[in-house]
Structures are given as C-alpha cells and as structure tokens.
C-alpha cells in the first residue's frame, strides 16, 4: 500500500546531540515536505524539494538540514540539538499534480533535554 | 495565496450535522479551496478539495458560494472521532504546490 513513513515516532535526546529524522514514500512522488509544529500551534513549513538534488528553505527559518539523494528519502538532520529543537516534526508528500492534496506521515515527536 | 478565515472552535452534537464556514473573501479565480484536519497531532489528511462546483466523497461535502469567497465543510453525521482541527486552505496550483496552514477549527464533537 502506498504511504508515507517517518521515523522515529518519538524520540529523547540530549542536548549537542547530532539527530536524523526519517521520512521515506512509496508514492513516487516528487514534491516533499517537512513542517515544524509546537504543541496546540500551526504548522510551519520550514523545508521542501521539488525533487532528487532540489531542497528549499520553508516560510519558518530552521537550524535543521534536508537531503534528497533519492525520490522516496528526504531525511531532517539537526547537527547539534537544543531545547529549543524540542517540536513536532511532520513529513509530506505530492506528486504536484493540480488538485493532488498533501498525503502526511505520523510525525516525529522531539524532545530535546 | 488568499488568506482564509475560520472560527477558532465549533462543537458538535454526535449523529448531527457538522457545518464548518470558511470566509476567503479574496480568492482568485484559478485558486483551488482545499481541507484538511489534523486529529490529536497526528499528521493533517486530506478530506476534500474543489475549485467552483460542490463536492462530494465518502468523508465530507464541500459548498462553494457562487461569488467563491466563502465555502462550508459539511460532516453529514459526525462521530466522536471527527473531533479534529479542520483546516480551509486556498492556494493556486502553480504557487510551488505549497500548503500554508492557518489556525483552523478546533471541532468537538460531544455525545
């Protein structure tokens, strides 16, 4: 079945720590996406790439970095991690084309201690 | 994109009609209007789009006004796991394909 998967689901870790978030479809979709959301706030696109070597900065600026080596991978790495890192981090997928909605992972849940 | 105005929150009777308005008083012609909800920090899902006529699928239908500039998300027969945000989100299909999401309705629907 065609999906969006990201992991980990939860993850804690401490402070300087170097993190890499998952994201990974099987939808052949080229446009990718990542938004930050804080507890009970919006969604921020903060990344996005349209398709294998292409990445963008979103609408909310971020310490975080995204590759895309691969059509179905666009992993989020956080070098070094802050309390401030500590969100929910969503993945999402499109092929682009007109009416085509997002599809969504499950999100990463980060705490950073 | 044309911004998009929405109640903060709407309850809702179990088994009743939910009627959820979004004002996009400034939508342009090719922008499409798009919803989505968001339950308990789960990742948005999609429930339904459309650019002029109503819509229908087997989550929701869509009401567009015939000016375009408000439309309503209608839960036939809501259930307690219909208790989401709901987002109305316009955008134009060549604008980079990008989602911008505002507040949303918080729905609770009470049994």
């Known amino acids: 079945e065609a999906d969006i998967y990201q992991t980990p689901r939860y993850l804690v870790i401490g402070t300087g720590k170097k993190i890499t978030l998952e994201c990974s479809q099987t939808m052949g979709h080229d446009k990718m996406y990542w938004y930050q959301q804080d507890p009970g706030m919006e969604l921020h696109l903060i990344h996005y790439s349209y398709g294998v070597n292409s990445t963008e900065k979103g609408d909310l600026s971020s310490e975080s970095t995204v590759s895309r080596i691969r059509t179905e991978h666009f992993p989020l790495t956080l070098e070094s991690a802050r309390p401030s890192h500590t969100s929910q981090y969503l993945c999402?997928?499109?092929?682009?084309?007109?009416?085509?909605?997002?599809?969504f992972g499950s999100g990463t849940r980060l705490t950073v201690v | 994109d044309a911004k998009t105005t929405q109640p903060p929150s709407m309850d809702c009777a179990e088994g009743r009609a939910a009627n959820l308005p979004c004002n996009h008083s400034?939508?342009?012609?090719?922008?499409?209007v798009y919803w989505y909800r968001q339950i308990h920090s789960q990742g948005p899902q999609y429930i339904i789009h459309?650019?002029?006529n109503n819509e229908t699928n087997e989550m929701a239908s869509l009401i567009i006004t015939e000016d375009r500039k408000s439309s309503t998300l209608i839960l036939p027969h809501a259930t307690l796991r219909d208790t989401a945000v709901y987002y109305c989100i316009v955008r134009v299909e060549d604008a980079g394909n990008m989602l911008t999401f505002g507040g949303g309705t918080r729905l609770m629907v009470k049994p």
């Open positions: 400034t939508i342009s012609g090719n922008e499409y």
């Open positions: 459309g650019l002029k």
């Open positions: 999402a997928s499109s092929s682009g084309l007109v009416g085509d909605g997002y599809t």
